[in-house]
Nanobody, 115 residues
Framework: QVQIVESGGGLAQSGESLRLSCEAS????????MGWYRRLPGKEREYVAI???????NYADFAKGRFTVSRDDTKRMLFLQMNDLKPEDTAVYYC?????????WGQGIQVTVSA
């Protein structure tokens, strides 16, 4: 079993930055992948970014150039640095991790960006 807890969300104004953190109950390098997803109001959950065990990263088109995903294995942490935030980034953000073929999700954290 893996526990995942997100933190760092909150309110921001357009153009500002926020850094989301995700703490896992196991070392981050024990997961084959870790990633971030988000659910916009009234929409389905969508992919944001991912980091593989190899440290390769991948981003959704809307995140490229503005968001950076990183991992700290020693602290069992995954981060999402979000810069130049826009009101359309308002969503609940979720961290997930794949461990031994099973997908685990955090409870999600709200990010609200005002114009």
């Amino acid at each position: 079993q893996v526990q995942i807890v997100e933190s760092g969300g909150g309110l921001a104004q357009s153009g500002e930055s926020l850094r989301l953190s995700c703490e896992a109950s196991r070392s981050a390098d024990s997961f084959s992948t870790m990633g971030w997803y988000r659910r916009l109001p009234g929409k389905e959950r969508e992919y944001v970014a991912i980091v593989l065990k190899s440290d390769h990263t991948n981003y959704a088109d809307f995140a490229k150039g503005r968001f950076t995903v990183s991992r700290d294995d020693t602290k069992r942490m995954l981060f999402l640095q979000m810069n130049d935030l826009k009101p359309e980034d308002t969503a609940v953000y979720y961290c997930n991790a794949v461990y031994k073929g099973h997908l685990y999700w955090g409870q999600g954290i709200q990010v609200t960006v005002s114009a």
